[in-house]
T-cell receptor
Framework: EPEVTQTPSHQVTQMGQEVILRCVPI?????FYWYRQILGQKVEFLVS????????KSEIFDDQFSVERPDGSNFTLKIRSTKLEDSAMYFC??????????????FGPGTRLTVT | AQSVTQLGSHVSVSEGALVLLRCNYS??????LFWYVQYPNQGLQLLLK??????LVKGINGFEAEFKKSETSFHLTKPSAHMSDAAEYFC????????????FGKGTHLIIQP
């Protein structure tokens, strides 16, 4: 069964450093997403990506964040200058349908980012 | 705008007992609703979805949920709890097109007592 994969599973970085989180969505999906879950809190939407551009983004997704689909399979989230409050689990998701259809978002296992 | 409220951050039931996890939503347009489960140190797995077809939706692992528009609810149930059901459960809503992000509730931690 196709699944979303994410690497690394755990990333430790120092405050102010840049990190890139990687995701491989399900191959025939059209929409790609990033979410984050701060420890003990709910899952929050960051950004969606369709047709090689950002479709929607939340207020959390500020200028320090960027997303890219550098090739036909990878989808990345870059945080330019990490802060302590960026420590969280980051989930990638993908969905297949276009338009207002019966789409489901399939989630990867997450990358736990720890900023020290 | 859309929102989800999950009543009860923790629910404890005995093995074999009925599981009821509550979810109420707010949406300005007809919503699509989802339940996800998160086992410890794992990602989110889709349990079931409501997409304006049947109001009673059956999912994996014996779970089902009923969409009640008049009550703006989408409660999750399972007739008989199993120890393996212990996990975090999230209700989520989406109202727009495919590019919209899911709005999640805060989650309910289900505890199964032997």
């Amino acid at each position: 069964e196709p699944e979303v994969t994410q690497t690394p599973s755990h990333q430790v970085t120092q405050m102010g450093q840049e990190v890139i989180l990687r995701c491989v969505p399900i191959s025939n999906h059209l929409y790609f997403y990033w979410y984050r879950q701060i420890l003990g809190q709910k899952v929050e939407f960051l950004v969606s990506f369709y047709n090689n551009e950002i479709s929607e983004k939340s207020e959390i997704f500020d200028d320090q964040f960027s997303v890219e689909r550098p090739d036909g399979s990878n989808f990345t989230l870059k945080i330019r200058s990490t802060k302590l409050e960026d420590s969280a689990m980051y989930f990638c998701a993908s969905s297949g349908a276009s338009g207002r259809g019966s789409y489901e978002q399939y989630f990867g296992p997450g990358t736990r980012l720890t900023v020290t | 705008a859309q929102s989800v409220t999950q009543l009860g951050s923790h629910v404890s039931v005995s093995e074999g007992a009925l599981v009821l996890l509550r979810c109420n939503y707010s949406s300005s347009v007809p919503p699509y609703l989802f339940w996800y489960v998160q086992y410890p140190n794992q990602g989110l797995q889709l349990l079931l979805k409501y997409t304006s077809a049947a109001t009673l939706v059956k999912g994996i692992n014996g779970f089902e949920a009923e969409f009640k528009k008049s009550e703006t609810s989408f409660h999750l149930t399972k007739p008989s709890a199993h120890m393996s059901d212990a996990a975090e459960y999230f209700c989520a809503v989406i109202s727009g097109g495919g590019a919209d992000g899911l709005t999640f509730g805060k989650g309910t931690h289900l505890i199964i007592q032997p």
